[in-house]
């Protein structure tokens, strides 16, 4: 065998490279967005429809024509008492008021949830379970507290009224066990009375 030399016209083509051309590159995007932008418009035109369009005013038959007197009315002149921005004392009010309100809440959330600890006590005591029943009591005492702490001044008395009773009713936990279910369930019922008179 003799010595072949290769020539570069002799070696086998290699397949030509892909070029694409940047418009071809983009084409997919440019339809995928072209897409969506026709399908969110046909759902907005099926969703939400335009209101009819008014047609032109029938036009009455024309009389004879009469001269028209043209009256201009004089522009209002904006005052400075009218622009100006409301009194300080009104915005104190107000943020008074605001404020009262989010007492409030606070005071009917922490009402709320107290009446939902002394049911869970309830539930321990049905448990037969006396320290978690007496831990629940507790907690319910600390909510009683941070509602007597936000409370407007007509319901201070009757949260008082009702932390005196639930320390009563702790004290009589471990002593005598028998009826304290009927009265926890009393005090609830006491407790969401308060929030509904506050609401």
């Given amino acids: 065998m003799a010595d072949e030399h290769q020539t570069p016209g002799d070696a086998p083509a290699a ?16 339809l995928t967005a072209a897409l969506a932008v026709a399908l969110s ?31 201009i009315a004089p522009t209002p002149v904006a005052s400075p008492a009218a622009t100006a921005l409301p009194n300080d004392s009104v915005l104190r009010l107000e943020i008074l008021d605001l404020e009262a309100q989010d007492r409030q809440i606070w005071s009917a959330l922490y009402l709320l949830r107290a009446a939902s600890q002394i049911d869970d006590a309830v539930i321990a005591l049905q ?7 007496d831990r629940t009591l507790l907690t319910a005492y600390r909510s009683l507290e ?10 201070k008395g009757p949260i008082d009224t009702f932390r005196l009773q639930l320390s009563q009713i702790r004290d009589d936990l471990h002593v005598r066990p ?19 008179e506050g609401s």
Avoid: C, M
């Fill in 41 to 71: 418009l046909l759902v907005q035109a099926l969703l939400w429809p335009r209101p009819p369009i008014p047609g032109p005013a029938p036009t009455a038959p024309l009389a004879a024509p009469s001269p028209s007197v043209t009256v």
């Fill in 178 to 196: 028998e009826r304290i279910d009927r009265r926890l369930r009393q005090l609830r019922q006491l407790v969401l009375s308060l929030v509904e």
């Fill in 146 to 155: 941070q509602a007597y702490a936000y409370s407007a001044e007509r319901e």
């Fill in 15 to 30: 397949p030509p490279a892909r070029t694409r051309t940047p418009f071809k590159a983009l084409l997919p995007h440019l």
């Fill in 127 to 133: 448990g037969n379970d006396l320290a978690e029943a």
